[in-house]
């Protein structure tokens, strides 16, 4: 019994050896986030698409927020992305919610409101763009229809400076 016991065990070996589980490669480093996060960006992928960010000081602060950000994911932020989605005249889901800070003072915390975009293909890129986009929120970035206060900006090549990101419509019940 002992002996059929052990040809069991190297046969189901030999079997997980020569067809390893496919493995999803890294892309790149984890912003810091809660467990529960879901289609973040790397840094790396972060500090890309904030390149595009033509005014030096808020892509400067965009760019150092991708790795010093704090990305909140629970059930409270859940709640939270379901009262802004209702508040929305649009009808368009929240991809996430940052307080607006400044460059000098940027705010430490976004709210993630992960969700599942229509086009798998674009689905990276378009959290990218959202990412950026809350970020500079998070430096002193205001939308374009948004009263400016002292030290905010508008536009500066920020993704979805208007509010929207057109081309990353999101499933409805959106939640990943």
Known sequence: MKVFRLMVWAMTFGCAATHPEERVPERGTPVHADAACKGLP?????????GSIE??????????????????CNAMTDAQCAAHDRRRPSGRKVLGISSIGSCEAPHRLI??????FKDPR??????????????????GFRHDADVLQDGQLHDMGVPGHDGSLRNCPVQEGGSR
Do not use: G, K, N
């Not at 709210?111 to 599942?116: A, G, H, I, T």
């Not at 674009?122 to 430096?139: G, I, Q, T, Y």
């Open 42 to 50: 790397s840094v790396e992928a972060c500090q890309e698409t904030a």
């Open 55 to 72: 005014d030096d000081r808020l892509r400067a602060c965009v760019t150092q927020q991708c790795s010093r950000i704090w990305v909140r």
């Open 111 to 116: 709210v993630w409101c992960s969700r599942q």
């Open 122 to 139: 674009r689905a990276a890129r378009c959290a990218e763009d959202a990412f950026v986009h809350e970020l500079a929120h998070s430096c």
